[in-house]
């Protein structure tokens, strides 16, 4: 069956550095996403993504992250200059379509950030 | 406006009980309400979800009651099981499907007593 998948599965990076988060969609999807989740916290919306731009972005993807489909395959999160509070558990997904009826997003299995 | 409020935060239910979790929204522009089932170290994976347009989807054990006028709704899981234990997640999003802009409620750790 056809997974999103993420690496890596755990980083731990010092605060002030920059970290890139990497998500292989699922091969025929054309929307991407990242979601947050904070430890024992909802899952809160990042960013949305086609046709190699932002669809829509939410108050916390500031200016501070970044979102980028170098190739065919990978589409990455960059956070510029950690901070302790991006801490969490980053979700990447992807869906055939947006907004269409009966489509579906599917989830990666996460990255956990430690900001230290 | 955008907020989904779900409760209880936790749930312990004997095996075979029925595990109730419910979920109230503000947004009427909302009109897909899918639930994500969260295993530990894994990613949300969609359950069921429902539209506006019926009150009731039920999927094996699993059973979504809507109340559009109340602007909430539920999730029943019948004939509870170890397995099933893990956290829940409400949600909602805007065009029909979880393929957009998915709003998340706070989460459900549900335990299932042997």
């Known amino acids: 069956e056809p997974e999103v998948t993420q690496t890596p599965s755990h980083q731990v990076t010092q605060m002030g550095q920059e970290v890139i988060l990497r998500c292989v969609p699922i091969s025929n999807h054309l929307y991407f996403y990242w979601y947050r989740q904070i430890l024992g916290q909802k899952v809160e919306f990042l960013v949305s993504?086609?046709?190699?731009?932002?669809?829509?972005k939410s108050e916390i993807f500031d200016d501070q992250f970044s979102v980028e489909r170098p190739d065919g395959s990978n589409f990455t999160l960059k956070i510029r200059s950690t901070k302790l509070e991006d801490s969490a558990m980053y979700f990447c997904a992807s869906s055939e379509a947006d907004g269409k009826p009966n489509t579906e997003a599917f989830f990666g299995q996460g990255t956990r950030l430690t900001v230290v | 406006q955008q907020q989904v409020k779900q409760s209880p935060q936790s749930l312990i239910v004997q095996k075979g009980g029925i595990s109730i979790i419910n979920c109230a929204y503000e947004n009427t522009a909302f009109d897909y309400f899918p639930w994500y089932q969260q295993f530990p170290g894994k990613g949300p994976a969609l359950l069921i979800a429902?539209?506006?347009?019926?009150s009731e989807k039920k999927e094996g054990r699993f059973t979504i009651s809507f109340n559009k006028s109340a602007k909430q709704f539920s999730l029943h899981i019948m004939d509870s099981q170890p397995g099933d234990s893990a956290t829940y997640f409400c949600a909602a999003s805007r065009g029909y499907s979880s393929a957009s802009k998915i709003i998340f409620g706070s989460g459900t750790r549900l335990s299932i007593r042997p």
């Open positions: 429902i539209r506006p347009d019926v």
């Open positions: 993504f086609y046709n190699n731009e932002i669809s829509e």
